[in-house]
């Protein structure tokens, strides 16, 4: 990597590598509390490590300049894809979980190829409707997927003979897949090919005219952003052992891009602390549950009034300091 | 068709509904020359730039640059093939510093990067250790070093529309497009503006084709000029013969009875 790209990497994320590793460290140590506080923390924890997993997918979307409101479909083709094939073609749960990942990745070319060549809000709308067929099709194909009553006892994830059927096996393999999404959205923005997404965002016509292809780019932070939700699908349906329709409805898509917006738009962190919240939220609101979507609400607007950069970006406000989107 | 031209259009228009924006427009332009585009008002101007760019589809025509049918071609990959462009607006990104902007810029031409694979292949390629150097070179090009660090959107109008013309020069193009580059300059920037696209023809050997109101820019500039009313060519020469055609002084003054009366 040249000097340049170093440095044009630490101003765009006011970032160094370091500031990568002591803040995995932090969330590690973070990740190390639940483990100590029993099943239902645990359970929690472990929810919050997948949402993580799946809003960093639709970060890198929405880093170049896209926002999909159809993520939890593919979080269902994740979880849906491995589960039928492995049951279907005899596969272990590793197979499966790859083969979904390569049809989400096909779903997303496809689907991406079709409505990124439209400009304007086509794309939020058509992915909103997109997620929408998917949970009815997954509905009506009752045949294949069980219909509303979707399938239930589903193995537990495997690999090389070892299962994670207890939830503190899990857990450690989620924590994995987090670090694992971390670190690869980092890279991803610390090279040209982030900066070549961050300039298609903020100047689609700017960055056309230099030679970046705004269609090829946000398609393929499409498709990576695509490959991610699944892989958290795949994971979700072996740790809960039960996938049925409801569990992709649109709540799930807006409460993903709540995550987002909360937690920080355009940052490496951001994600996670979206998700850590809104999470944990409704587990300590029990009681108010029909009035906390208003909240949510609330905080939305709020947030994007007072705090564009979400939660993730106060203490970059804090420190005075502008940071760049 | 003389196989010495650079770029050339030929029968290009674009239909909106039943208005024709530019009809039938065929021009070339020569290696190494400057060329204006001129006209009033909704003359269709911007609208033939953006056909030969590639960021509106033409209804019917050609355009050819080097020898390549670039036609209705995504404008990034007409930027690939060596035509760039500049916006009439200020066209930057304005969070970020000059240097970021042109790093940006260049993106295209950084080797060994996945952008790369998704732009295709091209010339004038930059190994990562060259990017800085390629930097430099740009800013001295249009003469911004001492701006490097500042943030472009608090850069002067003129400076920004000369940073704008610097990222469009990232991509190494051999022929810029210019969409009224002088819009909104004060005189002492029109004057800095004609030097710097001056040295872009003569010390870089760029072909430059113009979009441009200011007059005297173009009468200075310009070996050629092409002059469109209502989407057609109505003349084509040298700024000497344009300025005596009778049909240009009558687009722009009047029909000589309103311009007597």
């Known amino acids: 990597m040249s000097e340049m790209v170093k440095k044009m990497d630490r101003r765009a994320w006011g970032l160094k590598p370091s500031g990568l590793y002591a803040g995995l460290l932090l969330l590690l140590c973070l990740a190390a509390w639940p483990a100590l506080m029993g099943p239902y923390v645990l359970h929690v924890a472990i929810l919050v490590c997948l949402n993580i997993l799946i809003v960093n997918g639709l970060s890198i979307i929405e880093r170049a300049g896209q926002l999909s409101f159809g993520h939890s479909a593919f979080v269902a083709f994740g979880a849906y894809g491995s589960v039928l094939m492995s049951m279907h073609f005899g596969l272990s749960p590793m197979a499966g979980g790859v083969l979904a990942l390569i049809l989400a990745a096909i779903i997303a070319l496809v689907l991406g190829g079709v409505i990124l060549r439209l400009k304007g809000v086509y794309f939020v709308l058509v992915t909103f409707a997109f997620a929408e067929l998917t949970r009815l099709a997954l509905m009506d194909w009752a045949d294949l997927t069980g219909g509303a009553n979707g399938i239930a006892a589903i193995p537990a994830f495997e690999l090389f003979g070892y299962a994670f059927d207890t939830r503190p096996r899990f857990y450690g393999l989620v924590l994995v897949a987090v670090a694992f999404s971390i670190i690869l959205t980092y890279r991803i923005f610390r090279n040209p090919l982030g900066e070549a997404f961050r300039a298609v965002a903020e100047n689609g016509a700017l960055a056309e005219s230099t030679g970046l292809s705004v269609y090829r780019l946000q398609l393929l932070a499409f498709i990576i952003g695509c490959m991610l939700a699944a892989l958290g699908g795949v994971l979700m349906a072996r740790y809960i052992g039960f996938v049925s329709p409801e569990s992709f409805n649109l709540n799930v898509s807006v409460g993903l891009v709540t995550m987002l917006v909360i937690g920080g738009r355009g940052s490496l962190w951001g994600p996670a602390v979206g998700a850590i919240v809104l999470t944990t939220l409704p587990e300590v609101f029990r009681g108010a549950l029909q009035t906390q979507h208003i909240f949510y609400g609330i905080a939305l607007i709020l947030i994007l009034r007072f705090l564009p950069g979400g939660l993730a970006g106060v203490p970059g406000l804090l420190r005075g300091r502008q940071k760049v989107s | ?261």
């Not at chain 2, 259009?9 to 020359?33: D, I, M, R």
């Open chain 2, 1 to 261: 068709m003389m196989a010495a031209e650079f770029l050339s259009v030929s029968n290009l228009t674009k239909q909106y509904g039943g208005l024709a924006a530019v009809k039938n427009l065929g021009f070339s332009v020569g290696k190494g020359e400057i060329v204006g585009l001129i006209g009033p008002n909704g003359a269709g101007k911007t609208t033939a730039f953006n056909l030969i760019g590639g960021a509106v589809r033409c209804t019917a025509g050609k355009v050819v640059f080097q020898g390549t049918d670039i036609t209705n071609r995504a404008p990034s990959r007409v930027t690939v093939a060596g035509l760039a462009r500049t916006f009439q607006s200020t066209s930057t990104y304005g969070d970020i510093s000059v240097e970021r902007n042109l790093y940006r810029g260049l993106l295209s031409r950084i080797q060994s990067s996945v952008v790369r694979r998704l732009v295709g292949r091209r010339e004038g390629m930059v190994p990562n250790e060259q990017i800085q150097v390629e930097i430099d070179r740009l800013l001295d090009m249009v003469d911004m070093r001492r701006w490097r660090d500042v943030e472009a959107g608090s850069l002067a109008y003129g400076l920004q529309k000369r940073l704008g013309i610097a990222i469009a020069l990232a991509s190494r193009p051999s022929m810029l497009l210019l969409d009224e580059p002088a819009a909104g300059l004060n005189h002492e920037e029109c004057r800095e503006l004609t030097a710097l696209l001056r040295s872009l023809q003569t010390d870089h050997g760029l072909t430059l084709l113009l979009v441009e109101h200011h007059m005297a820019i173009v009468m200075e500039l310009c070996d050629r000029i092409i002059v469109l009313v209502q989407g057609e060519k109505i003349a084509e020469g040298t700024p000497a013969e344009v300025r005596e055609n009778p049909a240009v002084i009558e687009a722009y003054l009047g029909a000589p009875e309103y311009a007597h009366a």
